[in-house]
């Protein structure tokens, strides 16, 4: 008579982890700063958006 062949263990894969939004822009990858003028630098209230200097726009903080 054969042998009884026996069942193995399903292999299971090693559930990733989302990777942290970067804590600088919070996640969005742009960052707003107030534009400044003049020799003095005065600041005109005005602001502008850029990518992000930590996580260069990606918005995933680096490790």
Same mark, same amino acid.
Not at 3 to 16: C, E, L, Q
Not at 33 to 38: I, K, L
Not at 40 to 61: E, I, M, N, V, W
């Given at each position: 008579?054969?042998?009884? /062949?026996?069942?193995?263990? =399903?292999?299971?894969?090693?559930?990733?982890?989302?990777?942290?939004?970067?804590? *600088?822009? #919070? $996640?969005? #990858?742009?960052?707003?700063?107030?534009?400044?003028? #003049? =020799?003095? =630098? =005065? /600041?005109?209230?005005?602001?502008? *958006? $850029?990518?992000?200097?930590?996580?260069?726009?990606? $918005?995933?903080?680096?490790?």
């Amino acid at each position: 008579m054969v042998a009884r /062949k026996t069942t193995t263990a =399903r292999r299971t894969t090693k559930k990733t982890t989302a990777p942290a939004p970067c804590p *600088t822009c #919070g $996640g969005t #990858g742009e960052i707003t700063t107030e534009v400044r003028v #003049g =020799r003095g =630098r =005065r /600041k005109t209230g005005h602001h502008q *958006t $850029g990518l992000c200097p930590d996580c260069f726009g990606s $918005g995933l903080a680096s490790t």
